[in-house]
Structure formats: C-alpha cells, structure tokens
C-alpha cells in the first residue's frame, strides 16, 4: 500500500477503462479477514456510497465502491475471496496535514484560498442534505 488510513490501506492504481488516468483504491487495513477490520469500515463504505453521487470541484470524486472477488493471491486475499474496495480520485499531491508538517503555517493569503475552498465543498455537502463526519486536514 502506498498509505494506511484509519480505516484501510490506499493504493495507486491504472483506470484501464477510462484512459488509463491515475486513480486510488481503498481496501481495508486487513482485507483478507472481515474481523479484523476497524468497525468504521462499513461507515465509510456508507458514507462513500453518498458522496459517489456527488460531483464539486472542492469534493475529491468517488468513482465506485465494489464487493469483487480478488483475482490472484497479491497479499489482499484469498483468490476467489470477495473483497470491498473504494475506487477514488487520485490525488498527487500530500494532505494538508503532511503539507503543513512539512512547510509550517500558511501565509494568511494562502489559508484564506485554501479555507474558501474547504467551505465551498462543505456549503454543497450541506446542499445535498449530508454531511462528511471526519473533517480533518488528514483527510
């Protein structure tokens, strides 16, 4: 995996369907035993189901989220096991958590930008009549 989230593990992959772009896919921490993953997985699975509906330049996309079986033995399983995973934007760019540890604070003009834009995605998420639930700039 490329990163480990709170709740699973993130890797790059190739959308060979739609013009080979760079997306990243979500998988549980340990995908090959349902009871060792964090009980919020089936949240998130929920709340990604939403915001797969959802299209806005501050909201990164959620392409789809699968129930497949796992084709070869690539450390996410058993082959034949179904495994869920989340297919999202790919991001090339760190969060603004590692971004901030990384460069320090802000210059005020900066922050601005970057908290317009964090607020316009939370306006439409509040449009839609829901709600994200884990803001935070790892995230």
């Known amino acids: 995996a490329s990163e480990v989230s709170s709740v699973g593990l993130v890797w790059e992959a190739r959308d060979t369907l739609h013009g080979n772009a760079a997306v990243a896919v979500k998988t549980p921490k340990n995908p090959s035993n349902p009871a060792d993953w964090p009980t919020n997985w089936t949240k998130e699975l929920k709340g990604l189901l939403t915001f797969s509906k959802l299209s806005h330049p501050n909201i990164m996309r ?11 033995p690539a450390g996410l399983g058993k082959p034949g096991q179904h495994l869920p995973f989340i297919v999202l934007e790919h991001c090339p760019c760190t969060d603004l958590f590692s971004f901030l540890e ?4 802000f210059q005020m003009r900066l922050g ?12 439409f998420i ?5 709600s994200h639930r884990d803001i935070k700039p790892d995230n």
């Open 62 to 72: 959620v392409y789809g989220v699968y129930n497949e079986k796992c084709p070869t």
């Open 102 to 105: 990384s460069r320090g604070a």
């Open 112 to 123: 601005r930008h970057y908290f317009v834009q964090l607020m316009n995605g939370i306006d």
């Open 126 to 130: 509040h449009d839609m009549r829901t």
